[in-house]
């Protein structure tokens, strides 16, 4: 890639220029010495690597999670990231250059050391291939899933250049899906076998890998293996699901603290966002104590899911922002997709609204686990309504904020992102077992995740209360609910080919070409590849 041109080891001065005490910020501690068989500048350029995940963090996210229907954005704004959250591609965003650049940056400083040390010369040498091996599956696989279609659409589709050495001259055109697949299983195999240390979770890992390996199958739909992987993880006894008590606190926890995580990239106190996080993921999200922007709120469709339970502690997750806790709302969407609402008063179960002089009650509706579904008669018919307290709104929209990626060790948007977790392991493994049909297997794992999100008994599957959903409809929805805001939903989504129904109040449905749902087989579910690369890179192709 031309781009890399003279431009990897520029970066890696950058980071060495830019460089804390490794004890504060153990990811940008490298030397500007070239690669030459030295364990420490391998072990150097590794730590380098990981420190450019960070950076690379934020573009991944944006690109993954903004277009899902977890997410509603509260107005306009002139950042790129508004053409991937709303479906309308530009071949020159800032946002995916990025993610691009950043992406082939990992790889190649993953390449150089790969290249340089022999396997099986020391154990501190193998150990250093089994992470940079790690390091350029993750990158090859995320990129794959933002260029490629779909691996279950096929695998002659085309996917991304495969990158496997530190040559800046070496430009790769791109391979197929399938042939990006193949490469990804050969490394994270590869991996698996050379791992001699044990290091915490913000370090690649065994576990780290066979996580991924469990994902990579599933997404295949080699089931069979995507289980055999997930029970390596589980079985291995090295995490343990964190108490429902304190899921809520789960972004809040230093990754190394935290049982659940496998892999994180980790985001350091004070050193890495000394202005508490103006400019950061969790900024957009939420506005607290005075920093954020607070814009990016959790989606209709997502709060009905996470408050069917009072109980269930994800909605911990979600923050309506209260302007008066003495005035009640009933807040609906009408069918302009538009949020309404009235101001309501509870006596007993009912909760009753003046119109015309007139006291009329809301309409409920028993559930079967306790308490009441209400609904609004309008004139287009009855409307769901949620209770809340009058809200702040911005724009029409009441802001829900969200606070899954802020707040860790009580700074206001520190977060460290994480890229493989227990809970998601077992929703590998529930997926899988529920396409081979093994749906007793597949009800289990999800009752796990539900129990420990704090939904009571009566709130758990069984094959005879599925309520016209299929096994496979509950362990996406579970999916849904336990990995919000963790850059997952897109991928499900599409690669189950189903679509993305964002008909609900967002942004995305504002101007001449509102989006309100997306098939997997349009075009839009695929990032167009940067359109700088397009003029240098000869035979580079751009997507339809």
Same mark, same amino acid.
């Given at each position: 890639?031309?781009?890399?041109?003279?431009?990897?080891?520029?970066?890696?001065?950058?980071?060495?220029?830019?460089?804390?005490?490794?004890?504060?910020?153990?990811?940008?501690?490298?030397?500007?010495?070239?690669?030459?068989?030295?364990?420490?500048?391998?072990?150097?350029?590794?730590?380098?690597?990981?420190?450019?995940?960070?950076?690379?963090?934020?573009?991944?996210?944006?690109?993954?999670?903004?277009?899902?229907?977890?997410?509603?954005?509260?107005?306009?704004?002139?950042?790129?990231?508004?053409?991937?959250?709303?479906?309308?591609?530009?071949?020159?965003?800032?946002?995916?250059?990025?993610?691009?650049?950043?992406?082939?940056?990992?790889?190649?400083?993953?390449?150089?050391?790969?290249?340089?040390?022999?396997?099986?010369?020391?154990?501190?040498?193998?150990?250093?291939?089994?992470?940079?091996?790690?390091?350029?599956?993750?990158?090859?696989?995320?990129?794959?899933?933002?260029?490629?279609?779909?691996?279950?659409?096929?695998?002659?589709?085309?996917?991304?250049?495969?990158?496997?050495?530190?040559?800046?001259?070496?430009?790769?055109?791109?391979?197929?899906?399938?042939?990006?697949?193949?490469?990804?299983?050969?490394?994270?195999?590869?991996?698996?076998?050379?791992?001699?240390?044990?290091?915490?979770?913000?370090?690649?890992?065994?576990?780290?890998?066979?996580?991924?390996?469990?994902?990579?199958?599933?997404?295949?739909?080699?089931?069979?293996?995507?289980?055999?992987?997930?029970?390596?993880?589980?079985?291995?006894?090295?995490?343990?699901?964190?108490?429902?008590?304190?899921?809520?606190?789960?972004?809040?926890? $230093?990754? &190394?603290? %935290?049982? @659940?995580? #496998?892999?994180?990239? !980790?985001?350091? =106190?004070?050193?890495?966002?000394?202005?508490?996080?103006?400019?950061?993921?969790?900024?957009?999200?939420?506005?607290?104590?005075?920093?954020?922007?607070?814009?990016?709120?959790?989606?209709?469709?997502?709060?009905?899911?996470?408050?069917?339970?009072?109980?269930?502690?994800?909605?911990?997750?979600?923050?309506?922002?209260?302007?008066?806790?003495?005035?009640?709302?009933?807040?609906?969407?009408?069918?302009?997709?538009?949020?309404?609402?009235?101001?309501?008063?509870?006596?007993?179960?009912?909760? $009753?609204? &003046?119109? %015309?002089? @007139?006291? #009329?009650?809301?309409? !409920?509706?028993? =559930?079967?686990?306790?308490?009441?579904?209400?609904?609004?008669?309008?004139?287009?018919?009855?409307?769901?309504?949620?209770?809340?307290?009058?809200?702040?709104?911005?724009?029409?929209?009441?802001?829900?904020?969200?606070?899954?990626?802020?707040?860790?060790?009580?700074?206001?948007?520190?977060?460290?992102?994480?890229?493989?977790?227990?809970?998601?392991?077992?929703?590998?493994?529930?997926?899988?077992?529920?396409?081979?049909?093994?749906?007793?297997?597949?009800?289990?794992?999800?009752?796990?995740?539900?129990?420990?999100?704090?939904?009571?008994?009566?709130?758990?599957?069984?094959?005879?209360?599925?309520?016209?959903?299929?096994?496979?409809?509950?362990?996406?929805?579970?999916?849904?609910?336990?990995?919000?805001?963790?850059?997952?939903?897109?991928?499900?989504?599409?690669?189950?080919?189903?679509?993305?129904?964002?008909?609900?109040?967002?942004?995305?449905?504002?101007?001449?070409?509102?989006?309100?749902?997306?098939?997997?087989?349009?075009?839009?579910?695929?990032?167009?590849?940067?359109?700088?690369?397009?003029?240098?890179?000869?035979?580079?192709?751009?997507?339809?």
């Amino acid at each position: 890639m031309k781009y890399l041109k003279n431009t990897y080891w520029i970066g890696i001065m950058v980071m060495v220029l830019s460089a804390c005490n490794i004890d504060r910020n153990p990811y940008d501690s490298i030397t500007s010495d070239e690669l030459a068989n030295s364990e420490t500048s391998a072990e150097s350029v590794t730590l380098g690597t990981y420190s450019r995940m960070k950076t690379w963090s934020t573009d991944w996210h944006r690109l993954f999670e903004y277009p899902s229907d977890n997410v509603a954005l509260s107005g306009m704004t002139t950042n790129p990231f508004f053409f991937s959250y709303n479906y309308q591609r530009v071949p020159n965003g800032s946002t995916v250059a990025g993610f691009w650049k950043n992406s082939y940056y990992i790889i190649v400083g993953a390449n150089k050391v790969i290249e340089a040390l022999a396997e099986g010369a020391s154990d501190k040498d193998d150990q250093l291939l089994a992470e940079n091996y790690y390091i350029r599956s993750l990158m090859h696989f995320q990129l794959v899933n933002l260029f490629g279609r779909p691996y279950m659409q096929g695998r002659d589709n085309a996917g991304v250049p495969l990158k496997l050495d530190g040559d800046h001259l070496d430009h790769p055109v791109r391979s197929t899906v399938g042939e990006v697949y193949d490469q990804i299983l050969a490394d994270l195999l590869k991996s698996e076998t050379l791992f001699t240390e044990e290091k915490t979770n913000i370090y690649a890992s065994k576990e780290a890998v066979w996580a991924l390996l469990s994902r990579v199958y599933l997404y295949q739909g080699n089931n069979e293996k995507a289980i055999e992987y997930a029970n390596k993880v589980i079985d291995s006894g090295k995490f343990s699901l964190i108490p429902t008590d304190k899921l809520a606190d789960y972004s809040k926890m $230093v990754p &190394e603290n %935290n049982s @659940e995580t #496998i892999f994180a990239i !980790k985001f350091v =106190k004070d050193a890495d966002y000394s202005n508490n996080g103006w400019y950061t993921i969790g900024s957009l999200y939420a506005n607290i104590q005075g920093a954020g922007w607070g814009e990016m709120y959790a989606s209709r469709p997502y709060l009905e899911l996470v408050r069917e339970y009072p109980t269930d502690q994800r909605y911990q997750f979600i923050r309506p922002v209260v302007l008066d806790e003495e005035v009640t709302w009933a807040l609906y969407v009408d069918n302009a997709n538009k949020y309404k609402w009235k101001e309501v008063i509870k006596t007993g179960d009912d909760y $009753v609204y &003046e119109e %015309n002089g @007139e006291q #009329i009650a809301l309409d !409920k509706t028993a =559930k079967g686990q306790g308490g009441f579904d209400y609904f609004i008669q309008t004139e287009e018919g009855a409307k769901r309504v949620l209770i809340d307290n009058k809200l702040d709104v911005r724009n029409g929209y009441p802001k829900y904020f969200v606070l899954k990626c802020s707040g860790q060790e009580e700074q206001t948007h520190l977060w460290s992102p994480v890229i493989s977790r227990l809970a998601e392991v077992y929703l590998n493994r529930a997926e899988a077992n529920a396409k081979l049909g093994n749906t007793g297997l597949a009800l289990q794992d999800v009752n796990l995740i539900r129990e420990r999100a704090g939904i009571p008994e009566s709130g758990l599957y069984t094959t005879d209360n599925l309520g016209g959903k299929t096994v496979l409809d509950v362990v996406l929805e579970e999916r849904q609910l336990e990995l919000a805001y963790e850059g997952h939903r897109k991928i499900d989504v599409f690669r189950n080919n189903r679509t993305m129904d964002r008909g609900y109040p967002g942004t995305h449905l504002a101007g001449n070409s509102p989006v309100s749902s997306v098939s997997p087989n349009d075009n839009a579910i695929i990032e167009y590849l940067p359109e700088a690369q397009l003029l240098v890179h000869d035979g580079l192709t751009q997507n339809p």
